[in-house]
């Protein structure tokens, strides 16, 4: 019930003793008692606070009136019992006024004790005011599951050093503090990135890694391809050419929306720290919501950052900035620290994608389900990590690595991920050396080849059985919309005899086929000779027998000059800081070239054959792939 106080100001004070009613109707009668639903309390205004006021303290006509309501809405509300026994389980102290109706009549404040020093007039009734917020609070129901989800965020926290347990004592269960079957909770996954940033030992890094995982497979296995995704810091695999592309200026302003600050305070605390995700940590949102957001999980962070690196066209920089706003407004903790870093692509917490792949081979070994080794595997956890990156360098794609171990295990993991044209396998990448002196005490009385080292650049030629090229860098990306020349070279086949080029041992010393009308690409049959012991294996089988369906080729393409009959330099040279020789093949830009605008052509330099009708070649002997 709401009750009044005249005070010396000819303005009452309000003490609110049950929660509010409807709002009054604005065609309504303002005079209506304090039981009905639309009775509204009109509000006080700043200058009826004033204590200098000149009013007169005489009791209005508008007093007398309201009085007289108040009285007789105290006589029809006795009548109702309900209501009145629900008024009366609110007062907390019925004794200090057992007349509450005598309170709202008296006008008379000259010998009203309760006026304070301030001129403002106290209630009588001192029962103590009912919480409002208590009064809009949700259900039972709801309040268990927003009190469970605060802490549970507690108890992760609490139980996160856990992870650092060797994994033959670990048990998912000890920090898993979501039910099996919901989805990961990506303040997890933060907390383990901030464990591992404590961290410097390999074994430890690795250990937490593969129980973070181990984790994950025994709650949700379905979120484990996210979340080894977004521990490599990668939103698909390096050959779809799917990234993110967010530059800093967009997390920042996407920041500073989000925490309701200004982007010249976050430009100026990055200068400080020197890391936008330590700079989001310390902006956590400190807004007022109507709602607070659901919790961040992986998946939807996850499917989060690939409908960013989708964003394409017009305004997609504003779409990506408000879905980076939407996460950063929803992370709580850590978790708008990696947040940032994993947009940045720069985690930082020092451990690499080998390590991941270790503790994912490891992880799977201790799968019950799938965890019994081969009876000649001496060292199940080294071999299951070898057996991973083994993979992972024929078929780097997690979308398929993650599930075939989680349906087949790791053992047989080799059979259900092989060589797949289209997709790039990883180059294996030469060793340097202190001397010429430890090359000939390591093959000593060892078969060896010795090739000649072209300053171009490394590429991975792929010829499918549908006459599509695709052409991939050491690095897994898709060059293909850069060298279009040699993806014309290549989609001719079969062509007709390619005209020899002798090999001197810097440059070419005869005409090339570069004379046809249409600038390509070629494969000069000596260095096809060089390499492959039998020639007539690319002369004849790959460019005129229609027998060869598909093929993959290990190459280097280098620029080369056709008129001056020489190979160009790969890198830029530079005299007194000015280019003096442009005809490079660095100058090529990154894709869309287009054939009639090259002015650099390149030679295909094949040193090795990975595929061939079907066949991945890779387990076979250096030798016999080249004969």
């Not at 020093?117 to 809009?136: Q, T």
């Not at 109507?290 to 919790?295: A, F, L, S, Y």
């Not at 998946?299 to 990506?320: H, M, P």
């Not at 259900?416 to 990883?426: A, I, K, Q």
């Amino acid at each position: 019930m709401l009750t009044f106080r005249p005070s010396h100001l000819r303005r009452y004070t309000f003490c609110i003793t049950r929660p509010l009613t409807p709002l009054l109707p604005p065609s309504s009668s303002h005079f209506l008692p304090s039981n009905s639903p639309f009775f509204r309390p009109k509000p006080l205004s700043l200058s009826s606070l004033n204590p200098h006021s000149n009013m007169s303290t005489r009791p209005s006509a508008f007093d007398a009136l309201m009085s007289n309501a108040r009285r007789l809405a105290g006589k029809k509300s006795s009548s109702s019992s309900s209501p009145t026994k629900k008024r009366k389980s609110l007062d907390s102290s019925p004794t200090q006024n057992p007349n509450p109706t005598k309170t709202v009549e008296s006008t008379d404040v000259k010998h009203d004790p309760e006026v304070s020093s301030d001129g403002i007039g106290k209630p009588i009734n001192d029962s103590p005011k009912p919480n409002l917020d208590e009064a809009k609070k949700p259900p039972d129901s709801k309040k268990v599951k927003v009190g469970s989800a605060s802490e549970r965020n507690v108890e992760m926290k609490g139980k996160i050093g856990l992870l650092k347990k060797k994994p033959a004592d670990f048990d998912p269960n000890m920090v898993a503090c979501w039910e099996k079957g919901e989805r990961v909770p990506f303040l997890f996954l933060s907390l383990a990135f901030d464990l591992i940033s404590n961290e410097t030992g390999r074994i430890v890094i690795t250990d937490i890694v593969c129980n973070m995982l181990r984790t994950v497979i025994a709650t949700t296995p379905d979120d484990l391809v996210a979340t080894v995704y977004l521990a490599a810091n990668k939103v698909a695999p390096a050959h779809e050419g799917l990234e993110l592309g967010i530059g800093d200026a967009s997390i920042i302003k996407a920041l500073a929306e989000a925490c309701g600050r200004t982007e010249s305070q976050v430009k100026s605390q990055y200068k400080d720290k020197g890391d936008l995700g330590l700079v989001a940590q310390a902006s956590r949102s400190s807004q007022s919501m109507m709602r607070k957001p659901d919790p961040l999980t992986v998946i939807k962070v996850f499917d989060t950052f690939r409908l960013i690196a989708k964003e394409s066209g017009k305004d997609s920089q504003e779409k990506k900035k408000n879905r980076i706003k939407s996460l950063l407004v929803a992370a709580t903790d850590c978790e708008p620290q990696y947040l940032i870093r994993l947009l940045q692509t720069k985690l930082r917490i020092g451990f690499s994608e080998q390590t991941l792949l270790a503790a994912l081979g490891q992880a799977a070994v201790y799968n019950e389900q799938h965890s019994k080794p081969p009876p000649n595997v001496q060292s199940p956890l080294e071999e299951a990590a070898k057996i991973v990156k083994q993979v992972f360098s024929i078929l780097p794609v997690y979308d398929k690595i993650v599930p075939a171990l989680l349906t087949g295990g790791i053992w047989d993991l080799p059979k259900s991920c092989g060589f797949t044209p289209g997709v790039p396998v990883g180059p294996m990448l030469a060793k340097p050396t202190k001397g010429v002196a430890e090359i000939i005490n390591k093959f000593q009385d060892i078969d060896f080849i010795c090739e000649y080292k072209y300053d171009g650049e490394r590429a991975q030629i792929h010829y499918m059985e549908n006459g599509s090229v695709e052409i991939y860098s050491r690095n897994a990306e898709c060059n293909t919309g850069k060298f279009p020349d040699v993806v014309a070279a290549i989609s001719r086949l079969p062509s007709p005899p390619l005209h020899q080029a002798k090999h001197t041992g810097q440059n070419f010393s005869s005409e090339s086929f570069l004379t046809m009308p249409v600038r390509k690409a070629f494969v000069p049959s000596a260095i096809v000779k060089l390499v492959f012991t039998n020639a007539s294996l690319v002369t004849s089988h790959l460019f005129k027998k229609p027998s060869v369906k598909s093929f993959v080729l290990d190459c280097e393409l280098v620029a080369y000059d056709r008129v001056q009959k020489k190979i160009l330099p790969f890198q830029v040279d530079m005299v007194g800081g000015v280019y003096f020789d442009m005809q490079i093949l660095i100058t090529r830009a990154r894709k869309n070239v287009v054939v009639s605008e090259i002015k650099v052509d390149v030679c295909i330099f094949a040193f090795d054959i990975l595929y061939l009708n079907g066949q991945p070649l890779l387990h076979e002997q250096l030798k016999v792939r080249k004969e």
